[in-house]
């Protein structure tokens, strides 16, 4: 049989011709190359019809045809291998030189160059496990493309309008999500879009979700996620169309994956991490707890501010009813009372209404204030105030305005005019009505 | 609630900054003329009304979004009409 290998049977390489079967040996059972290649072949694929060999992976090519080319090497000896696109679909890392591996595949024979080769079915990384391969692989190339920068980290909308959820409608991180929001909120409009979350297909479909609910108008913030699972399960969030969708989301993306120990590439990709999906309802309206406090806040600053200064009027008030000798002042008591009760009916105006019971207490309890110091007011200036007030009801023209007169002044408001004759055409004066003033300019002396 | 008062404030963001603001003036600003002060005090209630009025405005609603982008109310079961367990 050793005569046998005195054919050619390492093809030249690069040599494409069809070797010719044909010799003039005929008391010899002479196979042509074909023929022994075919026999060797065959003998080949039945014993090692299902092989596992482990080696380093060299030389890898995507041809385009789909197939993947590479050899399996170790210290003294290397391997041909292929793996037809069809076995490539269910890789989930990229194979690639130095890669320690372990094929799984059988054994067959390159005719035109008899050589022998692994046919692969299925490749792993030894070591790491397929999938975290493939993630470490995933999460370098897009950290180099920048998709996890803290910069491009956006904060969330103070009020999201509406919420945006992608996620199986069976799964439980639905549940949590509306739990939470329903206890904490009850005025939430959510815009659920529902996906597969795992298994073929789910991460096209999860990425197609995200791309479609941020044009919903008003959606303002979207949670991505699912509930607790392996790492097979989750993988759908370790996908780069997912992770792409979400980077190019053009709203804030919170990401809520599996439980706390699960990180996946959707969540470094996202604006913010949630732990478990219930948290991730729990930070979108934390923030409305945040603002809603903060309101308050101003609310009660703003409140006191304004009930200070009508104290501080009210002073003023008495301040000028003690120096009611001085003339011309009488109006301008009665002037000023009258901007109290003008600043304590606008205050009233801008009650709030019954939104909120703590702010309208607040406001309750001021104008209670405001009523109880012009009460006091009132009683502290006692006798002489009243004997005042009496006078001015006589005096003061502003119980006459009210019935249609009017009071003129002259431009610096020191005197009523009462005679035309003090005045010449193009003066100013100011003319007070019952509500308001107005300037005027004579026209005509008549 | 005057409506036209509204359009005056940007969002809930800024109408949370500017009452920030107002609120800071008048606090800081004790010797600002009456007028002045009223006008910011309502303007601080306007846009505290604005805030309340955001934060309270949205009804609750759960609604559905297809593949083909149509959006329907959620099935009641979904919309957590049931009793919490």
């Given amino acids: ?446 | 609630m005057s409506k036209a008062v509204d359009n005056t404030i940007k969002d809930f963001e800024a109408a949370i900054a500017e009452l920030e603001s107002v609120v800071r003036k008048l606090e800081e600003g004790g010797d600002l003329p009456l007028e002045e002060s009223l006008k910011l005090y309502e303007r601080g209630v306007t846009l505290s009304k604005f805030c309340h009025a955001k934060l309270e405005a949205a009804e609750r609603k759960i609604e559905l979004l297809n593949e083909r982008g149509d959006l329907r109310p959620a099935p009641a079961g979904l919309a957590g009409d049931e009793p919490d367990r």
């Fill in chain 1, 1 to 446: 049989m050793s005569d046998l290998f005195d054919l050619p049977f390492e093809d030249d390489p690069g040599g494409v011709e069809e070797p010719e079967p044909k010799g003039p040996l005929p008391t010899r059972r002479v196979f042509t190359v074909t023929e022994l290649t075919v026999r060797v072949r065959d003998l080949l694929e039945e014993r090692f019809f299902e092989v596992w060999v482990e080696g380093e992976l060299s030389g890898v090519r995507l041809w385009n045809t789909g197939h993947l080319y590479f050899t399996l090497k170790d210290s003294s000896s290397l391997l041909k291998g292929l793996m037809f696109r069809s076995a490539l679909r269910y890789l989930k890392f990229k194979p690639a030189d130095g890669m320690r591996v372990v094929a799984r595949g059988k054994i067959s024979v390159y005719e035109p160059k008899g050589e022998y080769q692994i046919v692969c079915e299925h490749l792993e990384p030894q070591g790491l496990g397929a999938l975290q391969l493939a993630f470490e692989q995933l999460k370098k190339r897009l950290q180099a493309e920048g998709l996890f920068d803290v910069a491009k980290k956006r904060p969330l909308p103070a009020l999201p309008r509406k919420i945006g959820v992608v996620t199986s409608l069976d799964g439980a991180a639905i549940r949590d999500i509306l739990k939470v929001l329903r206890r904490r909120y009850k005025n939430v409009h959510v815009v659920i879009r529902p996906t597969k979350v795992q298994g073929d297909g789910a991460a096209a479909e999860i990425a197609h979700g995200i791309r479609q609910i941020v044009t919903v108008p008003h959606v303002d913030v979207v949670i991505v996620g699912r509930g607790g699972g392996s790492m097979e399960d989750l993988w759908a969030f370790n996908e780069e169309p997912v992770a792409r969708a979400i980077s190019i989301s053009p709203i804030p993306v919170i990401s809520a994956v599996g439980h706390e120990s699960d990180v996946t590439i959707a969540d470094l990709v996202a604006d913010l991490r949630a732990p478990t999906p219930s948290a991730a309802a729990e930070l979108v309206v934390a923030r409305k707890d945040d603002f809603s406090h903060r309101i308050n806040r101003l609310h009660e600053r703003l409140v006191s501010c304004a009930y200070a200064r009508v104290q501080r009027l009210s002073r003023r008030v008495h301040e000028l009813s003690g120096r009611r000798a001085l003339a011309g002042y009488t109006t301008r008591v009665a002037m000023t009372q009258r901007r109290v009760d003008e600043l304590t009916r606008r205050l009233e105006a801008c009650e709030l209404g019954r939104r909120l019971a703590k702010n309208r207490t607040a406001l309750v309890a001021m104008d209670a204030k405001l009523h109880r110091l012009v009460a006091a007011r009132a009683q502290r200036s006692g006798a002489r105030l009243s004997a005042m007030a009496g006078r001015l009801d006589t005096l003061s023209p502003l119980a006459v305005l009210a019935r249609g007169y009017a009071v003129c002044w002259n431009e610096d408001r020191t005197r009523a005019i009462r005679d035309a004759a003090v005045l010449s055409r193009g003066d100013t004066v100011h003319v007070t009505l019952s509500r308001g003033s107005i300037a005027a300019k004579v026209s005509d002396i008549e």
